[in-house]
């Protein structure tokens, strides 16, 4: 592998490592305040009950579309802030059977059991509609949900890492060993011929006493 191809496809790994961690990053924060992470208008959400079995299964990431009120119509099934007793303020997924005339309450429902919802939803605190389900994400969170999956995940990233950097590694240690070898070599020839250099001038004949003296027989 030629090293500009190298180069061009660690460049590549590199922008999408860092795509992916910093929409990591933007979806905790967003979540950690209670709010879906909308990223284009679209979200990925957990569902976390089996209210709306069998349309949506327990345990199960659906996609949803960033919504407000006056896009709601009856029918849909909705992503909302719910006021209800006992999950106040979390995040809730149930279908709207009715509407209010002034559209500022949306009456809902679990599609399972068919039980009307005692408290309505509050037309500002709708975040988005339900589009489809997602079984390939549903399969992966449930996987990362058990002990084994997170395990497995951990070293399967350990693993990717490791390959993705080990030959840079090795090359440069290999060069850094490559370098000192020189550079004690080196520093040898230097002392050797540091040391020609001084035997050179201890043997070197005296000019005054090696003048002509043949005239003075």
């Given amino acids: 592998m030629s090293k500009k191809l190298k180069t061009t496809i660690n460049c590549i790994v590199y922008a999408i490592v860092t795509v992916i961690a910093l929409t990591l990053i933007y ?41 407000t009120a006056d896009d709601v119509k009856v029918g849909d099934v909705i992503v909302f802030e719910s006021d209800a007793a006992g999950i106040a303020g979390q995040l809730n997924t ?14 809902t429902m679990a599609v399972n059991g068919g039980i009307k919802d005692k408290t309505p939803a509050q037309a500002s605190k709708i975040k988005g509609i ?30 990717l890492t490791l390959a993705t950097f080990l030959p840079d590694i090795t090359e440069a240690i290999k060069q850094n060993a490559q370098k000192k070898k020189q550079s004690r070599l080196d520093e040898l020839v230097k ?10 001038g201890t043997d070197k004949p005296d000019e005054a006493n090696t003048e002509d003296s043949g005239g003075k027989l």
């Fill in 27 to 67: 979806v905790l924060v967003i979540s950690s305040k209670g709010e879906p992470a909308f990223i284009f208008g679209r979200s990925a959400m957990w569902v976390k009950t089996n209210s709306m079995e069998p349309q949506i299964p327990q345990k199960s990431y659906i996609l949803v579309k960033q919504a």
């Fill in 191 to 200: 002392s050797e011929v540091e040391k020609l250099k001084a035997a050179g």
């Fill in 94 to 107: 149930h279908k709207v059977i009715e509407i209010s005339s002034d559209r500022s309450r949306f009456y």
């Fill in 130 to 159: 339900y589009i489809k389900n997602l079984p390939v994400m549903t399969f992966i969170g449930r996987f990362l949900s058990t002990t084994y999956g997170i395990m497995l995940t951990v070293g399967l990233i350990f693993v």
